[in-house]
């Protein structure tokens, strides 16, 4: 069966630093890997997803940026964080089809002091 | 530009009774598919039940199902029976049309999500 881990579940982090999410998916091949970011309360917002090694689309214009180094992991990375940048984090992959769901990773709550 | 509402920022309800959520669209796609998901506090996205624009009969997932509305844009969620592990956050979703050339492959907008809480 598919896994998705997301680590680290939790982090704090100041303002300005640098910033490194790592998601990795099992039990499947050449899945679509998604980003999402959620506010306290709110919807998911999309930032970057990935139909394949090396491909990332972003979404919302940001500090963040994604990459896919290998066929089942995805990356989110930041130079330098801000302090809008808190938030729940989401990683999610898909195989095509029309009914097919996205299923979600735990997440990443991270806090920007 | 695809979008979902959803009205009830919170619903209560008294456990073992139905509850409905309701959900809205707007697309100019034909062909897409509409996903609720479960969001319990922990955090974790649950996966609950799809309906496909196409599709003639409503979806149903267990206690879970699907009152969808192609004329009125709508695909409220129906929970039967309610339980205590119900309370959460619920999303609706929608996919754009799979066109393989369209930068839209694949991709969920989500609504802002309603507030279930289930009664004792």
């Known amino acids: 069966s598919q896994t998705i881990h997301q680590w680290p579940a939790t982090l704090v982090q100041p303002v300005g630093s640098p910033l490194s999410l790592e998601c990795t998916v099992e039990?499947?091949?050449?899945?679509?890997l998604y980003w999402y970011r959620q506010a306290a309360g709110r919807g998911l917002q999309l930032l970057f997803y990935s139909v394949g090694i090396g491909q990332i689309s972003s979404e919302v214009p940001q500090n963040l940026s994604a990459s896919r180094p290998q066929d089942r992991q995805f990356i989110l990375s930041s130079k330098k964080l801000l302090l809008s940048d808190s938030g729940f984090y989401l990683c999610?992959?898909?195989?095509?089809?029309?009914?097919?769901?996205?299923?979600f990773g735990d997440g990443t709550r991270l806090s920007i002091l | 530009a695809q979008k979902i509402t959803q009205t009830q920022p919170g619903m209560f309800v008294q456990e073992k009774e139905a509850v409905t959520l309701d959900c809205t669209y707007d697309t100019s796609d034909q062909s897409y598919g509409l996903f609720w998901y479960k969001q319990p506090s922990s955090g974790e996205m649950i996966f609950l039940i799809y309906?496909?624009?196409?599709?003639?009969q409503n979806a149903t997932e267990g206690r879970y199902s699907l009152n969808f509305q192609k004329a009125r844009k709508s695909a409220n969620l129906v929970i039967s029976a309610s339980q205590l592990g119900d309370s959460a956050m619920y999303f609706c979703a929608m996919r754009a049309s799979l066109n393989a050339g369209g930068t839209s492959y694949g991709k969920l907008t989500f609504g802002q999500g309603t507030i279930l809480t289930v009664h004792p």
């Open positions: 999610a992959w898909s195989v095509w089809g029309r009914n097919q769901p996205q299923h």
């Open positions: 039990g499947t091949s050449n899945p679509n």
């Open positions: 309906q496909g624009s196409y599709d003639e």
